[in-house]
């Protein structure tokens, strides 16, 4: 296992202020818009963003968590329950804009279960998708609409994000996996 | 020792990652380690979440088949199975024996046999006989979760009996709490499995009813050293019920089991009213914040004053919502513990 830096801290940083000027830019402004979360690096993600449009637009926006364990297609393959680690949408989706933030993009699995979830709370406006990492090799017919890097990797590859929130730094890298394994949590 | 604890299922969860699910069947808490009961605890805060929403239902368990097989007769605790099931998104299968072929003389290990060849995956199963889902277990692919077996275990009832506890009881601890349990521990399944849940969370825990209805708690108190899983406290048996209620923060009355109960074992209804009736007045012996529990159905006028059962300090409504959750996190976890996960360490 070889592990490469692909993000610095301070990339992350800045990738996450652009993104944070792409929404706002493509909403025309703030209103309606609210950030959910995927568990688990999602939610750190969205406060962060949140914090970059308080900084510039001024306006606090609402912040959720949402857990999609529920939601996977793959429970029924998984060799064991993953753990889940709380949904809390502290506000009425009914037509607001949510902008779902993960991590990592890869087969686009999570966010189809994002989704399903989110709409089992309301009809939002719009969904839109903003991402740390899009990695490529989708299985299903979706896409970003805010990336925060590119990064063309083999299906061998694992990108792991790091943020200080949860993993006490920022980085994100990419390690080849030595042996196969049917983790199918790898980078979702 | 005569008295030996209930018979325990073997431990899967040798050498086990702490926090992750290894049991295929369910048939008794005592075979669970304390950290899969907090990964039950943590699981059902995430179901009482969902039944918290506008639309209370995911699709977890989408295509699975549970099947719900009561060969005695039950309402609540069937319904909040199927409930359960169905907020998961399972297809649910429902037998009552009283309709079913085994009136007819099919015997249990054919009617399971039958019921896994129809494509039952998640046997959720009631008996009269202590032990029965043992024997369901041998035969059976699928899982099976009991739902109460003979005086034998309730797994399910002290699950979301210990949730309540936690959920009511300031700081969501037991450990120092003193937890009486009144009226027929000798016939109650529900006891039996609350001594290994409620020893388990450091509960100070005291059996209290009429000596018929203790029979042989006492030495099974003095023996008591949390059989397979260590770390459980002693528990305390006695026939004075203000002894029993002094200073309790949990009362958990238990039901008269007219259907189990010998000739001689209560002189009579009333008399057991007379002295054991959890009424308003011996409730003042308990702590002013004391919760109320009961597993239901209730004898109200008998084992519990109907004034008590509606009173401000009653959870006993609170248990069933409960008991939705805590099974939908049964079913879940269960569901997921398939051949590679089971009796083998997780990667």
Sequence with gaps: ?188 | MTTAAPATGTLTATGAKPGAWHHRHLIDVDVLTWSEIELIMRTTDEMKGILARPIRKVPALNGRRVTTLFYEASTRTRVSFETAARNLSADVVSIATATSSVTKGESLVDTIRTLEALGAEILVMRHGISGAPYLAAEVFGGHVLNGGDGWHAHPTQALLDLYTMREKLPGGDLRGRKVAIVGDILHSRVARSNIWSLTAAGADLWLCGPATLLRGMDRWATAWSGGAVPGHGRFNVTTDIETALRDADVVMGLRIQRERMQAGLLPSMREYAARFQLNAKRLSLAKPEAIVMHPGPMNEGVEIAPDVAISGRSVITDQVANGVAVRMALLYLLAGAHEAAVGEPAR
């Excluded at chain 1, 809390?88 to 994002?114: K, M, Q, S």
């Excluded at chain 1, 090799?137 to 970003?144: C, F, G, M, S, Y």
């Design chain 1, 1 to 188: 296992m070889t592990d490469r830096q692909i993000m610095t801290g301070d990339e992350i940083r800045r990738a996450i202020v652009r993104i944070s000027h792409e929404i706002v830019e493509k909403q025309a402004g703030t209103q309606g818009l609210v950030l959910v979360g995927i568990q688990r690096r999602g939610v750190p993600l969205a406060q962060r963003v949140a914090e970059a449009i308080e900084v510039h637009e001024g306006v606090r926006l609402p912040v959720g968590a949402l857990d999609i364990t529920f939601y996977r297609d793959d429970l029924s393959l998984v060799a064991q329950q993953p753990i889940v680690k709380g949904t809390d949408l502290p506000f009425d989706l009914n037509g607001t804009t949510v902008v779902l933030v993960d991590d990592v993009l890869y087969t686009g699995r999570t966010i189809r279960a994002a989704m399903d979830a989110l709409i089992d709370f309301g009809r939002p406006r719009a969904i839109r998708l903003a991402v740390l990492i899009d990695r490529g090799h989708r299985e299903l017919p979706i896409r970003a609409d805010h990336v925060g890097k590119n990064v063309p990797t083999s299906r061998e590859e694992i990108v792991h994000v790091r943020l200080a929130e949860v993993d006490a730094e920022d980085e994100v890298t990419i390690a080849r996996q030595v042996r196969s394994t049917e983790t199918t949590a790898a980078g979702s």
